[in-house]
């Protein structure tokens, strides 16, 4: 099997599952991208994953993430099986365990992930092939020790810096970040508040963490401040966009999972594109 890097190159999208179509999956491999992660937790029977490549040619396709309190893990290693056998070495699964305020059978959740990841790995998902959406040091090291590695979201470069010393040199490490293609600061900046805000500032996982990473009660307040959201999304043009999102590359990550913000309603595909030139792919 050819060494996960390797299957996703440096650059990949993220997009919500609702948000996502055969050709525009299509347009993502054509600009570059080496992968597509599909978020909102896509059903486990992964339908979509498997119509997603069956439209590609070469591009690697992952969740981000299948929700273990929603899906059961026989199910889902069966289906992994299924599009493994059809599209072999393209498809990436990412699992998870949501989040408190969204799930109401939330309790020992670590327990719960470490149990559905091993009985992915006993159903025969080969580890190489299994990601864990992890934030903080103890579902970093379950990352390390028992799959292939981690795909944090909702993260700043030094975010990744302090994941990769706790995974080591071997593991994935493919963290999220968002961007806004607008050199109208203020523009650019509302568009990110207003994803960054609703809902993940009302999530304690993710507001945990920045406060781990050093952010204050004011910044994660009324919003966000400016400084927190120019953290968390790169903006501006695409050549700046590209260099905010290399800090990650240069903070240890392998690969780097953009999450293209627009205007409702607006074809993201020119931003991918423009972002894709940028990036040299």
Do not use: C
Request: avoid cysteine; hydrophobic fraction near 40%.
């Amino acid at each position: 099997m050819t060494q996960l890097r390797d299957r996703l190159g440096r650059w990949g999208v993220w997009r919500g599952a609702a948000q996502v179509t055969p050709q525009l999956a299509a347009e993502v491999e054509q600009a570059g991208f080496g992968a597509l992660w599909l978020g909102g937790s896509p059903d486990g029977d992964l339908a979509l994953a498997e119509e997603l490549l069956g439209a590609t040619q070469a591009l690697t396709v992952g969740t981000s993430i299948v929700n273990m309190w929603k899906d059961g893990p026989h199910e889902v290693a069966r289906s992994f099986a299924r599009v493994q056998e059809r599209f072999p070495d393209r498809f990436v699964l990412g699992v998870g365990a949501g989040h408190r305020e969204a799930t109401q059978q939330y309790e020992r959740p670590y327990d719960t992930l470490a149990a559905y990841v091993d009985t992915l790995l006993g159903d025969g998902v080969p580890r190489d092939s299994l990601v864990l959406a992890a934030l903080g040091p103890k579902v970093l090291r379950l990352s390390r020790d028992r799959t292939g590695g981690a795909i944090p979201y909702l993260v700043p470069p030094e975010h990744t810096r302090l994941a990769r010393d706790i995974l080591g040199p071997g593991p994935l490490l493919a963290p999220e970040h968002k961007v806004v293609l607008d050199t109208d600061t203020e523009r650019a900046r509302a568009l990110g508040r207003a994803r960054v805000q609703n809902p993940y500032l009302g999530l304690v996982n993710y507001t945990s963490n920045l406060r781990r990473l050093g952010w204050s009660d004011a910044d994660l307040g009324d919003g966000g401040s400016d400084a927190l959201v120019d953290a968390l999304v790169a903006h501006g043009s695409a050549e700046q966009v590209a260099a905010q999102l290399s800090q990650h590359l240069e903070a240890g990550a392998d690969h780097v999972v953009a999450q293209l913000l627009t205007e409702p309603g607006a074809d993201p595909v020119p931003g991918y594109r423009a972002l894709a030139q940028a990036l040299k792919l």
